[in-house]
């Protein structure tokens, strides 16, 4: 699905099924260097079970044209603004990483127009290492090598979303490599590393959110820790948290885990 947002064409895969004004929304945003592929289980159940999915690339990602917002401030205004443009007056924001940093700041700023927000793999403060910062300019394909290394919890995964014998490893390498290369004129990985780490805005944002919050983290995470996460679900209204035997990587390492979490929350 093609979506003019603030005079930017944008990507937004629906699972296959068409936009239903009828049906609730459901719209799921990606982090660094990823797009909606990342979803592909998750969007696709759900929007065979009564949702209209948006699993949408970010602004200047993947398939999405326009500027990649600088900052999370900044994408989670374009959220709002993605609702605006499909005419959803309300929706469940499901963020992972960078994208739940912006699911919880767009439900802060418009606590009225989001009905279920769950923060996948989320932490705050997202402080990314200076070294990491520097690999993702200076050498790119070694960031892109430490960030699965601390993302994968098991060389041996369970059969995942893309089904048995997917080399998660390889596939995310090959993911982030394509998302960089989308856009040659700015280096969306610094760009997206950077707004994670400059985020100061977490623990004021939380407690302005109306709705249910869902905290799924991984039980091995590297990248964002557990704890980090639970620290954020203490300045919660209403907090669930759910961990997963899984690394950073959750949706694809532990697929039917995150699927039935999120649609149960999805129900409640």
């Known amino acids: 699905?093609?979506?003019?947002?603030?005079?930017?064409?944008?990507?937004?895969?629906?699972?296959?099924?068409?936009?239903?004004?009828?049906?609730?929304?459901?719209?799921?945003?990606?982090?660094?260097?990823?797009?909606?592929?990342?979803?592909?289980?998750?969007?696709?159940?759900?929007?065979?079970?009564?949702?209209?999915?948006?699993?949408?690339?970010?602004?200047?990602?993947?398939?999405?044209?326009?500027?990649?917002?600088?900052?999370?401030?900044?994408?989670?205004?374009?959220?709002?603004?993605?609702?605006?443009?499909?005419?959803?007056?309300?929706?469940?924001l499901v963020g992972h990483s960078f994208g739940s940093l912006i699911a919880l700041e767009a439900a802060a700023r418009a606590p009225a127009q989001v009905s279920h927000l769950a923060l996948v793999g989320t932490a705050y403060p997202m402080k990314v290492s200076p070294a990491l910062l520097e690999a993702s300019v200076q050498a790119p394909e070694k960031a892109i090598a430490m960030v699965n290394t601390f993302s994968h919890s098991t060389l041996c995964p369970p059969p995942s979303a893309l089904g048995p014998g997917t080399w998660l490893y390889g596939g995310s390498r090959a993911l982030m490599r394509r998302v960089l290369a989308s856009n040659p004129r700015v280096n969306v990985f610094f760009t997206g590393f950077k707004a994670c780490d400059s985020y100061a805005g977490g623990e004021q944002a939380m407690p302005a959110v109306h709705c249910p919050a869902l905290f799924l983290i991984g039980r091995h995470d590297q990248m964002t820790p557990p704890k980090s996460a639970k620290a954020l679900a203490q300045h919660a209204r209403l907090a669930r948290v759910v961990e997963v035997n899984a690394g950073h990587s959750l949706m694809t390492e532990a697929p039917d885990e995150v699927l039935f979490a999120l649609r149960d929350f999805l129900r409640s």
């Open 1 to 92: 699905m093609r979506i003019n947002v603030n005079g930017a064409d944008i990507y937004a895969y629906t699972g296959g099924k068409a936009f239903n004004p009828e049906q609730p929304t459901v719209v799921f945003i990606h982090g660094v260097l990823n797009d909606h592929s990342v979803w592909i289980l998750q969007t696709r159940y759900l929007a065979h079970h009564g949702w209209n999915v948006l699993a949408i690339d970010l602004p200047g990602h993947g398939r999405s044209d326009g500027k990649p917002p600088e900052t999370v401030e900044e994408a989670a205004d374009f959220v709002l603004a993605l609702l605006a443009a499909v005419g959803a007056e309300q929706a469940a």
